[in-house]
């Protein structure tokens, strides 16, 4: 008959065994998401998105501080948003 300690001692490897597992489908489902073997080298897949929002790169392009357009550069996140009004000081 098992002892306690023995049962436990179970019960803590089949749990690392489990977390180990999850580890490496996760670690397998980002390689496959971002790596493409080439036959000479490994590359990184580019990102791909559905929507562009042209209002956030240039904030990481540039040091700069531009004046940001709302009448023709407005593109909101949701289709339920409206433009802000801002009052003209």
Known sequence: ???RSSCLADARLRFQRDKVRKDVDRLQDLYEKFVAALPEAYALREL???VGYD????VYDTDGVRMYNWETQWRPCLTT???PILSRV
């Open 81 to 83: 948003c409206v433009r």
């Open 48 to 50: 791909e998105v559905s």
């Open 55 to 58: 209002w956030v790169s240039p």
């Open 1 to 3: 008959m098992p002892t």
